[in-house]
């Protein structure tokens, strides 16, 4: 027996290098040489059915397929095969079941999937109207519930194609809520706002008492800084489906976010705001949440401490750019590092932070209670949130007192508003004396900085020259968030591009790639007399290196307001590029003057809109520093307190310990 099986493995491995080879009758030769051996051999009949069918044999490889099936009844590859023989025979009635036993049998089979709608979509082109069209319209969408499968699968799998397969889908059954919700979720998540609330729209039409398609309606008009509209949109989310906890809490989220966002909102009102958020919080905590006992850490003032960040943007993300530094640098015989980690889909990111150290824990399906649950028994002295408001924050668990000291750093530029965070962590600069009316929350002034950058990657690009010096004009750039172009930063974009008539402003962003957001820009420079040939738009760029080499184009970088950049300014001074920026009122329209601060510019950080005007026009008509500084930068910063990850280590912990020794003092 093992003989004959080494002998038809051998014909069967020639037959397949002959065929690869396009020698199909060797090939053919080979197979039935191995069924003379074993008749019943499953891949001989699989691969003899091939070479038929490519030789329109259909019969004869709907034979071979069928009898190799005998054999080997779970093999989804042959039941696909089989479907894909009777699809071109036309048999569409016999075609989808073998293509449907090919799904069963491997759920991440994408060409059953594929196939099926194609066998479908043929089937309903050639029954045309015959009927009045119902059954060419039955079998459309019989085609678009195969690609809203697939669609599904390739998202899961996080492959290419997902939009253009939802799109084909949509298109072939556009009466399909399902569909066409989908669609508008899929959009969104590609940057495309102004599409997807149109698709979403739709779905709303087709089925007014869906949720989740209020939810992303509303996601996608905070994109376009719609707030009135996303607002309406979430509170609709949560009327229909009151126990829908994602719409409560990003509604919250995105309407404090807002008033960061809003050029309109007064400090004072985005303070009252997050209050109002954290009094709300703590009566509903409060009204459902056990007494907690006592903390049993012991109160020794220099013991080694446990620290616990708390994050659902350790991943690639820009909070890890910050964080990474202060985690490679912590000392062991000082803080056990634990990250606890709110994440869905971890990515490399998140791989480098985890090989960096501390114990780890995955937090995503965790309840409130559940987490901390988890703070106490890792009895962590010190519980630091890293996300405040943003996406995927634990606030929530927060706001039931869960570790001895807890504290709010780097994620988010405003209070939490709870009073069981005791607090915040920042510099004089970002918050100078007084800022503290602004804050429930104690400040804790780091002396150097409360920010380390860490630019990483070996695809980082070297600084390039000033394109000023062979573009014979001056090119202002602009990175950041479309949310944080504010009318005010608009309105004074304009004056400055009027004021160097032959420059021109480069905008970059994932967003910036949807039409709808590129019209609202070009109209709202226009109400300012610049036309449209004078902005660019990018979007999305695949690798850090792509990214980052934008800036080659960008001589000078404006600071939105009043929500300053600060990954966006850290990575373009790393290119060589300043940026000029306005001094605001807030901790987030500050972090412009604390970077430039740090790196010795203070002198490009303007007290008001005109000075803001007239530091970058100046700027731009001064070439010699504009050369000076792009040539200089890179290494100034490299040897500043911003990215030096050691030093900012031991000033945080120093940070730390007298936050722990507060507490113990406090006994």
Same mark, same amino acid.
């Given at each position: 027996?093992?003989?004959?099986?080494?002998?038809?493995?051998?014909?069967?491995?020639?037959?397949?290098?002959?065929?690869?080879?396009?020698?199909?009758?060797?090939? #053919?030769?080979?197979?039935?040489?191995?069924?003379?051996?074993?008749?019943?051999?499953?891949? =001989?009949?699989?691969?003899?059915?091939?070479?038929?069918?490519?030789?329109?044999?259909?019969?004869?490889?709907?034979?071979?397929?069928?009898?190799?099936?005998?054999?080997?009844?779970?093999?989804?590859?042959?039941?696909?095969?089989?479907?894909?023989?009777?699809?071109?025979?036309?048999?569409?009635?016999?075609?989808?079941?073998?293509?449907?036993?090919?799904?069963?049998?491997?759920?991440?089979?994408?060409?059953?999937?594929?196939?099926?709608? +194609?066998?479908?979509?043929?089937?309903?082109?050639?029954?045309?109207?015959?009927?009045?069209?119902?059954?060419?319209?039955?079998?459309?969408?019989?085609?678009?519930?195969?690609?809203?499968?697939?669609?599904?699968?390739?998202?899961?799998?996080?492959?290419?194609?997902?939009?253009?397969?939802?799109?084909?889908?949509?298109?072939?059954?556009?009466?399909?809520? #399902?569909?066409?919700?989908?669609?508008?979720?899929?959009?969104? !998540?590609?940057?495309?706002?102004?599409?997807?609330?149109?698709?979403?729209?739709?779905?709303?039409?087709?089925?007014?008492?869906?949720?989740?398609?209020?939810?992303?309606?509303?996601?996608?008009?905070?994109?376009?800084?719609?707030?009135?509209?996303?607002?309406?949109?979430?509170?609709?989310?949560?009327?229909?489906?009151?126990?829908?906890?994602?719409?409560?809490?990003?509604?919250?989220?995105?309407?404090?976010?807002?008033?960061?966002?809003?050029?309109?909102?007064?400090?004072?009102?985005?303070? #009252?705001?997050? &209050?109002?958020?954290?009094?709300?919080?703590?009566?509903?905590?409060?009204?459902?949440?056990?007494?907690?006992?006592?903390?049993?850490?012991?109160?020794?003032?220099?013991?080694?401490?446990?620290?616990?960040?708390?994050?659902?943007?350790?991943?690639?993300?820009?909070?890890?750019?910050?964080?990474?530094?202060?985690?490679?640098?912590?000392?062991?015989? #000082?803080?056990?590092?634990?990250?606890?980690?709110?994440?869905?889909?971890? +990515?490399?990111?998140?791989?480098?932070?985890?090989?960096?150290?501390?114990?780890?824990?995955?937090?995503?399906?965790?309840?409130?209670?559940?987490?901390?649950?988890?703070?106490?028994?890792?009895?962590?002295?010190?519980?630091?949130?890293?996300?405040?408001?943003?996406?995927?924050?634990?606030?929530?668990?927060?706001?039931?007192?869960?570790?001895?000291?807890?504290?709010?750093?780097?994620?988010?530029?405003?209070?939490?508003?709870?009073?069981?965070?005791?607090?915040?962590?920042? +510099?004089?600069?970002?918050?100078?004396?007084?800022?503290?009316?602004?804050?429930? !929350?104690?400040?804790?002034?780091?002396?150097?900085?409360?920010?380390?950058?860490?630019?990483?990657?070996?695809?980082?690009?070297?600084?390039?020259?000033?394109?000023?010096?062979?573009?014979?004009?001056?090119?202002?750039?602009?990175?950041?968030?479309?949310?944080?172009?504010?009318?005010?930063?608009?309105?004074?974009?304009?004056?400055?591009?009027?004021?160097?008539?032959?420059?021109?402003?480069?905008?970059?962003?994932?967003?910036?790639?949807?039409?709808?957001?590129?019209?609202?820009?070009?109209?709202?420079?226009?109400?300012?007399?610049?036309?449209?040939?004078?902005?660019?738009?990018?979007?999305?760029?695949?690798?850090?290196?792509?990214?980052?080499?934008?800036?080659?184009?960008?001589?000078?970088?404006?600071?939105?307001?009043?929500?300053?950049?600060?990954?966006?300014?850290?990575?373009?001074?790393?290119?060589?590029?300043?940026?000029?920026?306005?001094?605001?009122?807030?901790?987030?329209?500050?972090?412009?003057?604390?970077?430039?601060?740090?790196?010795?510019?203070?002198?490009?950080?303007?007290?008001?809109?005109?000075?803001?005007?007239?530091?970058?026009?100046?700027?731009?008509?001064?070439?010699?520093?504009?050369?000076?500084?792009?040539?200089?930068?890179?290494?100034?910063?490299?040897?500043?307190?911003? &990215?030096?990850?050691?030093?900012?280590?031991?000033?945080?912990?120093?940070?730390?310990?007298?936050?722990?020794?507060?507490?113990?003092?406090? =006994?």
């Amino acid at each position: 027996m093992n003989d004959a099986r080494s002998r038809i493995d051998s014909l069967i491995a020639q037959g397949v290098a002959a065929q690869n080879a396009r020698r199909y009758g060797e090939a #053919e030769r080979s197979y039935r040489s191995a069924l003379q051996i074993d008749p019943s051999d499953p891949r =001989a009949l699989a691969l003899l059915g091939t070479l038929a069918g490519m030789a329109g044999q259909f019969a004869m490889a709907i034979d071979l397929f069928t009898r190799a099936l005998q054999r080997d009844a779970a093999n989804a590859d042959l039941y696909h095969n089989l479907g894909e023989t009777y699809r071109q025979l036309g048999d569409t009635g016999k075609a989808l079941p073998a293509f449907n036993r090919a799904i069963e049998l491997r759920p991440d089979h994408f060409e059953a999937y594929r196939s099926a709608a +194609d066998a479908a979509i043929a089937a309903a082109a050639k029954a045309g109207n015959t009927d009045g069209g119902v059954h060419a319209r039955e079998l459309r969408r019989i085609a678009a519930q195969y690609l809203l499968k697939l669609g599904r699968r390739q998202y899961a799998k996080s492959l290419g194609g997902v939009e253009t397969t939802f799109r084909e889908a949509a298109a072939l059954d556009p009466q399909s809520h #399902e569909i066409i919700r989908t669609l508008g979720a899929i959009l969104q !998540e590609r940057s495309l706002p102004t599409e997807a609330i149109d698709a979403l729209r739709r779905a709303i039409a087709l089925k007014p008492t869906d949720a989740q398609a209020h939810n992303d309606l509303a996601n996608a008009y905070f994109n376009l800084q719609r707030w009135e509209e996303m607002e309406a949109a979430f509170r609709t989310a949560i009327a229909l489906d009151p126990t829908f906890k994602i719409a409560r809490h990003a509604l919250v989220s995105t309407r404090l976010m807002s008033s960061l966002y809003s050029d309109k909102a007064t400090p004072e009102e985005s303070f #009252e705001r997050h &209050c109002a958020w954290g009094r709300q919080m703590a009566a509903e905590v409060d009204a459902i949440a056990a007494p907690m006992p006592a903390f049993t850490n012991s109160r020794e003032p220099d013991r080694k401490l446990r620290v616990a960040y708390l994050s659902g943007d350790f991943r690639n993300h820009s909070v890890g750019s910050f964080f990474r530094p202060l985690l490679a640098h912590h000392d062991p015989d #000082e803080i056990d590092v634990f990250c606890y980690s709110e994440i869905d889909k971890p +990515d490399a990111g998140t791989a480098a932070l985890q090989r960096l150290g501390g114990v780890w824990r995955d937090t995503f399906a965790w309840d409130d209670e559940a987490l901390r649950a988890q703070l106490r028994a890792d009895m962590i002295d010190i519980a630091i949130d890293l996300a405040g408001h943003t996406a995927r924050n634990r606030l929530r668990a927060l706001a039931v007192k869960a570790a001895p000291v807890t504290a709010t750093w780097l994620g988010y530029p405003a209070t939490t508003g709870l009073s069981t965070i005791d607090w915040r962590i920042t +510099d004089a600069i970002a918050d100078p004396p007084g800022a503290e009316r602004f804050y429930t !929350e104690k400040l804790m002034r780091l002396p150097h900085g409360f920010l380390c950058y860490e630019a990483l990657g070996v695809d980082v690009p070297d600084v390039a020259p000033s394109p000023a010096e062979s573009a014979g004009r001056v090119t202002f750039g602009s990175f950041n968030n479309p949310q944080k172009l504010s009318m005010s930063t608009i309105r004074a974009w304009a004056a400055i591009l009027a004021g160097v008539p032959a420059a021109r402003l480069l905008l970059k962003a994932p967003t910036l790639i949807d039409p709808g957001l590129q019209r609202h820009f070009r109209e709202a420079f226009g109400q300012h007399g610049i036309g449209a040939d004078r902005i660019e738009f990018r979007g999305f760029a695949a690798t850090t290196s792509s990214h980052l080499g934008t800036y080659a184009e960008v001589d000078i970088a404006l600071d939105p307001f009043p929500y300053n950049g600060t990954t966006t300014s850290c990575e373009a001074m790393w290119m060589g590029v300043p940026i000029v920026t306005l001094i605001g009122d807030r901790h987030a329209g500050r972090i412009g003057l604390d970077l430039l601060t740090r790196m010795g510019l203070p002198d490009l950080a303007a007290p008001d809109s005109e000075a803001y005007v007239a530091t970058a026009a100046a700027l731009a008509q001064d070439l010699p520093r504009l050369r000076q500084i792009r040539s200089s930068l890179r290494a100034r910063m490299r040897a500043s307190a911003l &990215c030096g990850g050691a030093s900012f280590a031991r000033s945080f912990e120093s940070a730390l310990r007298e936050m722990w020794r507060q507490w113990c003092a406090a =006994a």
